[in-house]
């Protein structure tokens, strides 16, 4: 059983800068998948970023260059630092974990949610 809680949401103006973390608990946390994904009031949950247990990392092409995914086995914490942020990025943001380690794009692979955390972004 693995527990995720993210952390960093808040109010930011477009252009600006803004880091969540999520902080799992488990003991195998070091090889899991690990991706964050978002939900906007009245649309479906779509994919930000992953990593893998080795760090490679996958992003959606909406992020691409202004999002980056990391992760600290030791802290067991996961991080997405975003860049740039525009309008169209306020959401809910959820990390969540992949037990099997794929670092898939589709939220049906992944086995453990956080609770959520708002980003909003003004003009």
């Known amino acids: 059983q693995v527990q995720l809680l993210e952390s960093g949401g808040g109010l930011v103006q477009a252009g600006g800068s803004l880091t969540l973390s999520c902080a799992a608990s488990?003991?195998?946390?070091?090889?899991?998948?690990m991706g964050w994904f978002r939900q906007a009031p009245g649309k479906e949950r779509e994919f930000v970023a992953a990593?893998?247990?080795?760090?490679?990392?996958n992003y959606a092409d909406s992020v691409k260059g202004r999002f980056t995914i990391s992760r600290d086995n030791a802290k067991n914490m996961v991080y997405l630092r975003m860049d740039n942020l525009k309008l169209e990025d306020t959401s809910v943001y959820y990390c969540?974990?992949?037990?099997w380690g794929t670092g898939s794009s589709s939220p049906l692979q992944y086995d453990y949610w956080g609770q959520g955390t708002q980003v909003t972004v003004s003009s």
């Open positions: 969540a974990a992949d037990r």
């Open positions: 488990g003991r195998s946390f070091g090889s899991y998948a």
């Open positions: 990593i893998r247990w080795n760090t490679y990392t």
